[in-house]
């Protein structure tokens, strides 16, 4: 699978810009991908840059309901008329982020955007077809992530921490060289690979996605022995992971460190084949 990375916190190089955010595109042995819009309307930019044609994308999936990840969804439905876009169902709540003066500040997606015709609400599993498929039903509780603590959602009125059901997962699947692609990692990235694990029998080859290390509210990484015990885990597997995003910059240089090639970073610009590392 070739992957190209339209969206990061960091640029290859000066012809890319970059943003607080994640969007991948995605070519697979049978299908266009586009995994997450970043903010606004850079991914269209760095599209052109990199040789994608987002009117031919097939399938839109957004990872879970924050800006970073869906703010760009309305300039995607401008470019492509065809795509499915898959988005988790309970994607549509209100969610928001207390900010340090105790305001909260609004960061889910358009709601309205579940009446779009060609959104697809999802649950916790969805079998595309043999080569893509969805889960969020992740339920291990290991190693949490502080930078979680001011993310909210809002129920019956009431601001309360999110429990990000609207958080899902992509496994790619082409002829047994399996990769897994995750937003943010809000429910921790050890328990999504450990999911995957359970429903797959193994351990993924690839994993992408950011790991949620960074607290944006404290500006702070989390505890590197958090990061530590967590890169010991991803060491284990065998896998090779690249990560960036709400990793930050700190907790990346030190999996880095400690896991060596197995751990590489995602930039804008950046492309790479998963079958060829
Ligand atoms: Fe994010
Ligand atoms: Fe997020």
Known sequence: ???????????????????????????????????????????????????????????????????DHGGGIPEFLKANRTAQLYIHERAFDGFFAELPNGDYWSIGIDASLRDHPRVIGTQDLLVIDEELELFSDVTGQEFPSTANHHLLMKEGGTYRQDTFAHEQNLIINESGHTVLIAGCAHRGIVNIVNRFREMKGRWPDVVIGGFHLYNSQKRKSEDPELVHQIGAFLKQTGAVYFTGHCTGLEATRLLIEQLGPQVRALSSGLVFDTKNL
Do not use: P, W
């Not at 595109?25 to 044609?53: I, P």
């Open 1 to 67: 699978m070739r992957v190209k990375t339209l969206v990061e916190n960091t640029s290859l190089s000066e012809h890319f810009e970059n943003e607080h955010g994640l969007s991948l595109y995605l070519e697979t042995e049978k299908h266009t991908v586009l995994f997450d819009s970043g903010c606004g309307s850079l991914f269209v930019e760095n599209a052109q840059k990199l040789g994608v044609d987002l009117s031919k994308v097939e399938y839109f999936i957004l990872s879970h309901s924050h800006l």
